[in-house]
Structures are given as C-alpha cells and as structure tokens.
C-alpha cells in the first residue's frame, strides 16, 4: 500500500479547521479529538489515506449515519492496520457552505469523500468533476434521478454508494390500515430536494389508484414546517406523509406537535421522523447503511475497487417503526401497524 504524503503545512490548517462532528453539539465516540488510534486527528500527515465526510445537514437520521460510517471505518482501519485521517464537515442545509466544503477537500486533494444525503452528493459531484476523486454516498434516496449514477447496477463514473429507496406503498399501507376510510393525505416537503421530488412523484399515482386525494404543501427551509403543516390541516388532510425530506426532518418535532394538535396521524418514510414525534414508518436500519457505505468506501480505497462497476448498495429493511407516545395521543392502537412479526416501538 502506498503511503501518501499529501498534506502540506497550510493544508494541514485548512484541515484541522475544518474537523467538526457529525451531530455538532454531541459528537459521535469516532469523532472525538483523541480519536482511536487507527483515526488519525486532522491534518496528520502520515495518514494513508483522507476522507471527507459531508453530512447535508443535522437531522437525527443523518447523524445516526455519520456516526456509523465512522464508527466503521475505525474498525476497518484497525482490522486492516491502516491509518486514516477522518475529516467530518457539516453544512447545515446551507448550498454555499455545503459548495465550500467540497472545494475545501478537492483542493486538499483528499482519497475518497462520503456525502451523507443527496444535496451533499450532488454538491461533491459536481466539486470532483475531472479530478478522479472518487465518491462513496450515503443514504441517496434515488441517485440515478439525482443523476449521480449512470444506473444502480453499473454507476460508470467515479460515484457509488448506498441508498435507503423504499416503496412508498408499504407506508400508505399502514396509513390506510389504520384507516381504511382514509379520503385525504397531506404531503410536505420540499421541491428542491431531488430524494423527495422522486418518492412524491412515485406515490402520487398509489393514491390515484387508491382513490386518495392529497393536499400538498412544500417548504424550502425548515423554518417554514409549521405553516406548511397547518396549511395541510386546515385544507382537510385527515393524515400527513412526509418523504425521506431532509428539510422536513430538521424539523419534525414542530410538525408533530402540530399534527398531534390537530388530532392528524403523520406516515414518515423514515425511522428517525418517528422517534421525533411521527406516528409511524417502515423503513431502513440507517446504522447498517452508514457501515455499508464505510465498507464500500475502504474497498474503493483499500483494494482500489472500480466505483464505476460497483453497485449502488439498497437497503430494505421493511423494519416498523411506531412512536407509542405519538399513538396515544392520537388515541390509536399502535398494535394496528404490527406486520405480524412485531414492529419496533419508540416513545
Ligand atoms: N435519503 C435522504 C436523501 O437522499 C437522506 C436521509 C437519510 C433522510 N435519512 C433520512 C432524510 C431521514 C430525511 C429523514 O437525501
């Protein structure tokens, strides 16, 4: 394995100021400045390889992510006896910051980076363009509609990584079990998101069929969730679906308290929406995906695998989640959503 001797003295300092933990105030055990031995601190020099992590924004899911795609690579490290040097960035749902931290690893021409979220790898694709910098993603809903990959069999660039697309069926299915007269679904989320575009336009067509009518509302910050959600309550939306929205997500809690409010169940196509507050989802483990994807990105580095012909990985767990608390303040049997196997309870 060759050593590789990459960072100067100034790009040392960029480095180190760029070291941040995934979550901001709670940083994850990998991200600790002592580190484990295997994870070399910012900026150390005799690293083997450097990755940069950029995580979209903060949101319980994606933090989740970050911590087990480092968790993971400090395992590989030390199975392998490989020293890397982890550079963990957040950009805060922020496009200009988000654009800044790419540039920042481009030009500090690290091995591999690993963007958490589509908006994060759609930034570090178009930042990497024509420099061979290979990319490994993590948790991108639908990556060939983000047009990250050629197909997800075959990616054929220098990008591959991990998606958590689900069928949004199984999750209206738990909706309208629990009401089978269900007549109104509110969607939120937001347009500029190509995850939530592609899963909208995907349920949209369930619901014709079904005979569902829906009301839509779309945000572009998170700041805007409460509105958007009492918009949907007052036009008659008797239950809500939020897609896997990053912008939704960061803040989930303000919709379910107003959903709560309002005596309206709210569906998530994540886990992590749930434990803020959601009634329920079925979904992935997103722990498994983030070692997922730190396995894949070691095999990119370690064992100079191809991106190009390595699949993008999708994981579907078809896990239940249902937040107890959140049902009985609906007044709701959280037994009703039981697939027959049990389903994970959070309050
Ligand atoms: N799949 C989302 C994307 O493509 C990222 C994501 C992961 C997410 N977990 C989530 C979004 C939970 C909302 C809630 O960007």
Do not use: W
């Not at 030009?107 to 980076?113: G, M, P, R, S, Y």
């Not at 992935?284 to 997922?292: A, H, K, P, Q, S």
């Amino acid at each position: 394995m060759k050593l590789k001797k990459m960072l100067c003295t100034a790009a040392a300092a960029l480095l180190a100021l760029a070291l941040a933990a995934c979550g901001g105030a709670t940083p994850p055990p990998a991200a600790a400045p002592s580190g484990a031995a295997s994870v070399g601190s910012a900026g150390s020099a005799d690293a083997d390889f450097t990755i940069g992590i950029v995580q979209y924004t903060q949101h319980s899911s994606l933090d989740e992510i970050c911590a087990a795609v480092q968790n993971e690579l400090e395992v590989l490290a030390a199975t392998a006896d490989v020293k890397l040097n982890v550079i963990v960035k957040n950009g805060q749902g922020d496009a200009p910051t988000i654009n800044d931290i790419c540039s920042l690893f481009v030009a500090d021409k690290v091995d591999l980076i690993i963007p958490i979220a589509t908006p994060a790898a759609t930034s570090a694709a178009a930042a990497t363009q024509g420099t061979g910098i290979p990319l490994v993603f993590s948790a991108v809903t639908d990556p060939v509609e983000a047009q990250l990959v050629e197909s997800m069999e075959a990616p054929g660039g220098s990008v591959t990584g991990t998606s958590d697309y689900i069928d949004t069926s199984l999750i209206l299915k738990l909706a309208t079990t629990q009401n089978p007269e269900l007549k109104k679904l509110g969607l939120i989320y937001n347009l500029g998101e190509p995850n939530s575009v592609a899963t909208i336009a995907k349920t949209k067509p369930i619901l014709e069929e079904q005979g569902i009518a829906y009301v839509e509302s779309t945000v572009t910050t998170p700041g805007e969730v409460q509105m958007a959600a009492q918009k949907l309550i007052s036009e008659g939306a008797e239950a809500i679906f939020v897609p896997i929205d990053n912008t939704v997500a960061s803040a989930m809690s303000v919709l379910a308290d107003e959903a709560i409010k309002a005596g309206v169940p709210v569906y998530t196509a994540a886990d992590s929406m749930v434990r803020d507050g959601g009634l329920a989802t079925t979904g992935v483990n997103y722990t498994r995906l983030g070692e997922l994807t730190a396995q894949m990105a070691f095999k990119v580095l370690y064992e100079k695998a191809d991106p190009a012909s390595m699949a993008v990985q999708v994981l579907n767990d078809g896990i239940v989640t249902v937040n107890t608390t959140t049902a009985e303040a609906l007044g709701i049997d959280p037994d009703v959503f039981d697939p027959g196997e049990g389903y994970v309870a959070v309050e």
